[in-house]
């Protein structure tokens, strides 16, 4: 597509946010203006630059793209007891990537939801302009019961890194940049029976009307959570777990686990269980370090998926299959070495793969709303011959937030 008509789309898309943004606070029909000091309404979000690299081979071809991401949250209280939310990604990349993975920026319209909400306005060999709702919801509120229906975050996973439990919306510790994680087309019926307690049903409809639907319910005891959890996940599998997160010697200490059982073959062994621990501390200056183990009984983790460039999308993780199959550590030191500059070491090893992951970051703060993120993942597989497969990414990322 010829530059000047790539500008000309992309300045009316532009300008459709804007005026979506405008027209936002508006929808009540003056109600903001009349409410300015009750503030029933907001919005916020982001602006990232973020150039990339990546490269199988320091001396071989580089492919790099670059990706301009903007954010915009809507929240408005419509009343005490009524709410509504909207939350929008825009996205602008362009690059050479897709020499080496074919359908990256075409991935980039993927939307698991029962209703399709991600949309590539423009795009070509080398870039794509793509905006996509992952937020819509509205939510009533009374006394002691909580009823959310639209694409919403389902949380029931307590662990960082993976998470058996969260059998709606599973998403991948690679994908720093999306921060909020992927949402669910769902109706969900919260109910608290005590001041730290919780019963909840949801149901999920996705792609192609496959039915996630289960009960969670949470309490607490001996100042531990503990939670259970049961139901048919993606119309195929029936899911029954649990967790528990509390502290021991003054770290935070979780566990989660969750059976997933064909419901066409409810009589024989190919059940799967995937389980995942987790320990946490945070000394007195500062210093966090982190460690998880999973063990994934799916023998299908995909070493494909993990090394393609489309890795971090959500069609490609499941609470069934979170990573790689059987046992994987992770390991991670966080350290605040100026009051502006943070510096962290993140790494994963699994043995059946003979796989590991590196990841190394640093990040200053400019100011209150702005900062700068050098970050890359390096990825390295060894086989039964001692060869070796590997591939890295560099990131350096600016983001504006308001």
């Known amino acids: 597509m010829p530059m000047r008509l790539l500008r000309t789309y992309t300045g009316k898309y532009l300008l459709r946010l804007c005026l979506v943004a405008c027209l936002f606070p508006l929808a009540s029909g003056g109600r903001a203006q009349d409410t300015v000091k009750a503030r029933s309404w907001s919005l916020n979000g982001y602006l990232k630059e973020m150039p990339g690299v990546l490269y199988t081979n320091v001396n071989e071809t580089w492919y790099w793209q670059n990706l301009v991401h903007n954010r915009l949250n809507f929240r408005w209280q419509i009343s005490p007891a009524f709410s509504m939310g909207a939350g929008m990604r825009n996205r602008f990349s362009f690059g050479n990537l897709d020499k080496e993975y074919p359908d990256y920026f075409t991935s980039f319209g993927y939307d698991n939801g029962v209703v399709d909400l991600s949309w590539n306005i423009v795009s070509g060999p080398h870039y794509v302009l793509n905006t996509s709702l992952d937020r819509l919801w509205v939510d009533f509120s009374k006394g002691k019961f909580q009823v959310t229906a639209g694409r919403q975050r389902v949380n029931w996973g307590l662990n960082y890194v993976w998470n058996p439990n969260d059998i709606f919306n599973s998403y991948s510790y690679l994908d720093f940049d999306y921060e909020e ?6 109706v969900r019926f919260q109910y608290y029976p005590e001041n730290l307690g919780r019963a909840e049903i949801t149901v999920k409809a996705a792609k192609d009307w496959k039915i996630t639907a289960a009960g969670l319910y949470q309490f607490n005891r001996w100042k531990w959570d503990f939670q259970v959890l049961g139901g048919v996940m993606d119309g195929t599998d029936l899911a029954v777990g649990g967790g528990w997160s509390g502290q021991i010697a003054g770290g935070g200490f979780r566990g989660e686990a969750t059976w997933f059982q064909p419901l066409k073959k409810f009589g024989d062994t190919t059940g799967v269980v995937t389980a995942s621990l987790g320990y946490d501390y945070t000394f007195r200056n500062s210093l966090m370090l982190q460690f998880e183990a999973l063990y994934n009984g799916n023998p299908n983790g995909n070493l494909t998926t993990l090394l393609s460039a489309n890795q971090n999308t959500e069609s490609s993780m499941s609470a069934k299959n979170p990573f790689l199959s059987d046992f994987t550590v992770f390991g991670g030191v966080n350290y605040p070495v100026l009051p502006l500059l943070n510096l962290s070491l ?13 990841i190394p970051s640093g990040t200053v703060s400019l100011t209150n709303n702005m900062e700068l993120m050098l970050l890359a993942q390096l990825f390295q597989i060894y086989d039964t011959q001692a060869s070796r497969a590997g591939i890295t990414f560099i990131f350096l990322r600016y983001k504006w937030s308001f």
């Open 181 to 186: 994680k992927p949402g669910s087309d769902a």
């Open 346 to 358: 993140a790494g994963m090893y699994n043995w059946t793969n003979k796989t590991y992951i590196l």
